[in-house]
């Protein structure tokens, strides 16, 4: 069976920082790229972060240079470091291992971050 399950989410006030986590099981991770998708009220959900097998990162123009993708193969774990956040990163974020060749993709359950004073 395939979990991902994320944590690390919840309020903070503008200008703070938090960490997701997303711990995968019933996966090899090392074959998967992984995401970061975010998606706030009456928006559709949007990419923020990809991290691919080899490490190489890259960022939606909204959260660069604040947000960072990270993953610990030894731990089966995905990481998204977000920095200086605003209230327009309020949303609930899910963490996705995307499709491969003989398997399909996945999805956590989603974490909410708000951002607010």
């Known amino acids: 069976q395939v979990q991902l399950v994320e944590s690390g989410g919840g309020l903070v006030q503008p200008g703070g920082s938090l960490r997701l986590s997303c711990a995968a099981s019933?996966?090899?991770?090392?074959?998967?790229?992984m995401n970061w998708y975010r998606q706030a009220p009456g928006k559709q959900r949007e990419l923020v972060a990809t991290?691919?097998?080899?490490?190489?990162?890259n960022y939606a123009d909204s959260v660069k240079g604040r947000f960072t993708i990270s993953r610990d193969n030894a731990k089966n774990t995905v990481y998204l470091q977000m920095n200086s956040l605003k209230p327009e990163d309020t949303a609930v974020y899910y963490c996705n291992a995307p499709a491969i060749v003989g398997s399909r993709g996945y999805w956590g359950q989603g974490s909410q971050v708000t951002v607010s004073s």
């Open positions: 991290i691919t097998t080899g490490g190489s990162t």
């Open positions: 019933g996966i090899i991770f090392t074959m998967y790229a």
